[in-house]
């Protein structure tokens, strides 16, 4: 086999082990439950109260409250899908820079600790700022609270979703690099 056939063989084993990957989440997280996604909303309601100073409580088998703000953490605010478009993102967006299987798994491993990380940070931050607009009773016009809610994490998200993939390609182009 040559090196092009080689590479092109890893590629496509990369993507099918992403999409695995990500088929599997999401099918965990059409029937998971608060308790399930401790994992993520744990860390989560925590960061939001220390930027906040909004306490949340766990309300078992439900998610997190905090009932001086009528404000809820739920499964719905997990951010699974965000986790899984960050991850496959960067498995399949970086898969060029992989030359060995090594690499590949590396890249695999890399991505989910980046795409987890970057799931709390944007959660927590998402959520803090919805905390302070519900709190403020913001609305804007066509803007209803809820619609506030959705086009606000929609940003979040979003501008999360570049700063990593950002990141991650400029240190891989630094890895990359010759030295001098």
Not at 71 to 86: D, S, T
Not at 108 to 118: I, V
Not at 157 to 166: G, H, M, R, T
Request: proline share 3%; glycine share 6%.
């Amino acid at each position: 086999m040559t090196p092009v056939a080689r590479s092109r063989a890893g590629s496509a084993a990369l993507a099918a082990v992403v999409l695995a990957i990500t088929w599997s989440l999401k099918r965990f997280y059409s029937a998971a439950g608060s308790d399930q996604l401790q994992w993520l909303l744990a860390p989560t309601a925590w960061l939001v109260s220390l930027a906040t100073g909004v306490a949340f409580d766990l309300e078992p088998h439900h998610g997190y409250l905090s009932r001086g703000s009528m404000f809820e953490i739920a499964p719905a605010c997990a951010g699974v899908n965000f986790l899984i478009v960050a991850f496959a993102s960067l498995a399949l967006g970086l898969a060029h820079a992989c030359t060995t299987a090594r690499a590949r798994v590396t890249l695999l491993a890399a991505s989910a600790a980046a795409a987890y990380a970057a799931t709390v940070l944007a959660n927590a931050s998402r959520i803090a700022l919805a905390v302070r607009l519900h709190e403020a009773g913001a609305s804007w016009g066509a803007l209803t609270p809820a619609r506030l809610h959705c086009a606000e994490g929609v940003a979040v998200y979003f501008l999360f979703l570049l700063a990593v993939f950002a990141a991650a390609t400029k240190l891989a182009e630094s890895r990359r690099a010759p030295a001098c």
